[in-house]
Structure formats: C-alpha cells, structure tokens
C-alpha cells in the first residue's frame, strides 16, 4: 500500500488564548521560520510575544471559526477526503491518504506512524504549499526527518517540493477566478496577495519569490489580463525587518486613494481558507480599502474542496506516486 502524507501548516486547537499560546510557541519556535539566534529570540518569544499576541490572535480566529472548528483544518480534511474517494473509487485500497499539520495536531510525527501501523511501505509527503520556502516546505521535510530518526524500517519516501506552475495548478486557479467574475461581476484590480518573508531569507537564496513571479505571471496570462489590471503584493508581514514587497495592506490604502472603486482579491500561495486569507484579507483588507475610498473589495475564495480542483491534484499528486 502506498501512503500519501498532506501537510498543511496547522491551526490551533480552538479560538482562545491558551490554545493560540501553544500554538504560536511550537510555531515560532521553528528556526527555519524565525532566524534570529535563539540567544536572542527566546527572550522576545517567551516575553511580549506569548505574553499580549495570543489574546489578540484569539480574537481573529474567533471572527473566521466554522461550526466544525478552523477553516484550515476542516478544508484540509475535506480536500484528504475528497482524494481518499477518487483513490477508493478506482483501485480501494492501493492508496491511504492522511493528513498532518506542521504546527499543532495531528502532527506529522502521528500522521507518518498511522501509515506505518496501516502497512505503507511507501510513501510521498505532499506538503500543502504550491510555491516552495525553507520556511515551510523545509520545515516539513525537517519534522519528516525527525520521525523518521527513530524508525528501524524505514520507507520508501518520496516527497513533492512544490506545483507552483503546474498547468492544472493555474488552470483551476484560473477557473476559479473566472466563476467568480461570471457570479458576482469583474472589478478594477485583481490584487494577487502570496504570504510574506522577511526580504533578508531571500537575499541568501529562498526561491520563493520567484516562485510567486512565476505563479502570478502564468495566471495573469490564463486570466488574457492586460498591464495595469492586476497587481501582486505580499502580505502577514511581522516585526520590523523588511519583508518581500510591495506589502498587500499598503497597496490596498494606496489604490483607494488613487481611486480605483473596486477590487477582486486572491490568494495563491494558500491551498485552503486559513486565518492569513479570510482575516487578515478578506475583513482586514476590506475594511482598509474602503476607509482609503474604495467602495467594494470581493475576496477570492482558495481552492479548498472543490472537487474540480481535488481531482486535478490527484493527477498533480499521481505524477509523483511511485509506478504500481
């Protein structure tokens, strides 16, 4: 039997406190995330940082929580769901899809042990990250590593470093945009909002910016947009370091200012609906446009669980499983 691991970044446990505290202490822990000395780092991390951030955050998850709990969690397992059928409906048991979180539960550790018990002598890691970063990418691979540490019998292992311009990546995100145009009508500015990293990462050699030019270039063709319809921009900067830009929150007060009446906003570099998307974009990002003078910002839904988008990454996904 072939395993198919899907690694999402992770959420916390419940929209509270104590739970965002946890959370936020494995997640900043991570030095491919964070990479200051930790000589340094720990004092700031385990002071301001755990002692106000996980009160606010709380609240921002509280303003987004599903009746079923994080819209990244149940998106995530309902994307898991939707490939375990299309894998049962043709071959049952050939293939066992699960899923992990790189921060929070189920842990990678749990999810590569579940395989196992089931009787996967192979398996692919399929982290949930179209555009590849140390950052996060890396980070599974590491916390993959360590499991595997204390395995005897170790698997087959392959792993997918990312899709970033995979045709049926773009296809279906192209598809989505269209739906919504078709739906709702088609603003001003398709603004292409990817998550942030410190400039610096770059700098040394992360592609991740890259990656993002990359997506953005091959949407915006699929999409026939002209110059001046669209723009890219990077968002959830943190701290005071300079991160990649032009930064998302700036770029929406500036093209309200300008004028610019409507905006259609997306996120590519997110597979599923997730704090960064409907938070920080969706309410955040709405109310900073329309206090600049825009009048209407229409957020983009991610791929989540369509199933047209379910059944291109299983081909996504099928080009790395090992011949059988």
């Known amino acids: 039997m072939i395993g198919i691991l899907l690694v999402n ?19 900043l822990s991570d030095p491919r995330v964070v990479e200051i000395p930790r000589i340094v780092w720990w004092p700031i991390l385990n ?37 375990q059928a299309l894998y049962d409906g043709e071959q049952p048991g050939r293939v066992l899809v699960r899923l992990a979180m790189r921060y929070g539960q189920p842990s990678v550790a749990a999810g590569l042990r579940a395989l196992r018990d089931a009787g996967c002598q192979e398996i692919l890691v399929v982290p949930l990250y179209p555009q590849y970063s140390a950052t996060t990418t890396a980070s599974i691979f590491d916390a993959v590593a360590a499991e595997l540490r204390s395995w005897r019998n170790l698997p087959e292992l392959h792993f997918l470093r990312d899709w970033h311009q995979d045709p049926r990546y773009i296809g279906a995100l192209a598809r989505s945009v269209q739906q919504q145009w078709q739906e709702r009508g088609r603003a001003e500015r398709l603004l292409i909002s990817f998550h942030g990293l410190p400039a610096r990462n770059v700098a040394l050699g992360d592609p991740y910016r ?14 026939g947009l002209q110059e001046g319809e669209w723009v890219q921009t990077f968002q959830s900067r943190f701290g005071p370091a300079r991160w990649l830009e032009p930064y998302t929150a700036v770029t929406l007060e500036e093209l309200g200012r300008q004028g610019v009446d409507s905006i259609d906003c997306l996120c590519p570099g997110f597979v599923t609906d997730c704090l960064e998307t409907l938070e920080e974009v969706a309410i955040g990002g709405k109310e900073i446009f329309l206090h600049a003078g825009g009048k209407q910002l229409h957020y983009l839904p991610c791929l989540n669980d369509d199933p047209a988008w379910i059944a291109d990454f299983r081909q996504i996904i099928d080009e790395h499983l090992p011949a059988r």
């Not at 970044?9 to 997640?27: N, Q, S």
């Not at 890259?210 to 999409?223: D, M, N, P, R, S």
């Open 47 to 83: 002071g301001p940082i755990l002692l106000t951030r996980p009160a606010r955050s709380a609240r921002a998850y509280r303003s987004i929580w599903l009746d079923e709990g994080s819209p990244l969690r149940v998106y995530s397992e309902r994307l898991a769901a939707g490939l």
């Open 210 to 223: 890259g990656e993002c030019e990359k997506t953005t270039a091959l949407l915006v063709a699929a999409l």
């Open 9 to 27: 970044l992770g959420t916390p446990e419940a929209p509270t406190a104590p739970a965002l505290r946890r959370y936020l202490r494995e997640f």
